[in-house]
């Protein structure tokens, strides 16, 4: 592995309840930069929205990275979002060249409309600033079977790949590419990642339907506030939304 700090600090664990709580537990002990927890069973791991994060055991990545990105304001931590989506979406890509790779707003990673990653950011705030963030990532990496139940079909980098990919050199490159994502977002190099998250978002400028209000709606997506909120364009009019405001149709 060739970073800097990303990784540096690796701690493996067997069984863990969720890597971005054991993770969140290290910051009043001022873990430095770039720790890592990653386990390869979680009991209580987290999603979105209050979601459980289910994987088997011993087949799939499970980790958090602990950034202190204390030159980010509160009105910012979306910029953190987009550098490890597009992190996560550039180790994916990279394994699986003829497939396409897409990041479904605002941080679902996808393999032809499947979903094959997902990240947790919880982030600590200031008044002025970001004290501490996790960056939890979950990248289905073995497992080839899934239960049903899913709201998106999910799929893993084997069943996408007829090579044999270990988990430790994704995790690898994954690191590599999440510090010279993340070290160009601290040095304000901000538009080259908003451009790379533009090319790979999933439906960006096209035409689909969304669920909005209990309605479906044709949308098309214009791009992405940098507070985070999705811009859709919907009959001819821009509006915004939040993660809570808006569904992806199938
Ligand atoms: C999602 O798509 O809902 C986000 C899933 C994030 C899962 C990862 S697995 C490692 C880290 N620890 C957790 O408890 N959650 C994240």
Redesign the pocket.
């Given at each position: 592995m060739n970073t800097l700090f990303i990784g540096k600090n690796f701690i493996h664990l067997k069984e863990v309840d969720?890597?971005?709580?054991f993770a969140s537990g290290l910051l009043s002990e001022q873990a430095p930069e770039g720790t890592v927890i990653s386990a390869d069973w979680?009991s209580a791991?987290?999603?979105?929205r209050n979601?459980v994060?289910k994987?088997n055991a011993g087949c799939n990545l499970?980790?958090?990275v602990i950034l202190y990105p204390r030159f980010l304001s509160p009105q910012k931590t979306f910029d953190l979002n987009r550098m490890v989506s597009l992190s996560v979406w550039e180790t994916v890509h990279h394994f699986l060249p003829d497939r396409s790779v897409n990041i479904k707003w605002p941080n679902?990673i996808l393999v032809d409309g499947k979903k094959i990653a997902?990240?947790?950011l919880e982030n600590q705030l200031e008044a002025s600033r970001v004290r501490s963030a996790v960056a939890?990532?979950?990248m289905n990496v073995l497992q080839k079977e899934f239960p049903d139940g899913f709201k998106r079909r999910p799929t893993s980098v084997s069943l996408e790949s007829s090579k044999t990919i270990k988990r430790e050199t994704i995790r690898d490159f994954l690191f590599e590419r999440m510090e010279r994502n993340y070290l160009k977002l601290r040095s304000g190099q901000m538009a080259s990642i908003d451009k790379n998250y533009l090319h790979a978002l999933y439906r960006y400028q096209e035409d689909a339907d969304y669920r909005i209000g209990g309605h479906v709606y044709k949308g098309r997506i214009i791009g992405v506030e940098r507070s985070g909120r999705l811009a859709l364009e919907i009959d001819q009019k821009l509006k915004y939304f939040t993660i809570k405001e808006v569904e992806f149709c199938p």
């Open positions: 969720s890597t971005n709580s979680q791991g987290k999603g979105q979601a994060w994987s499970m980790l958090s679902d997902g990240i947790l939890g990532i979950g």
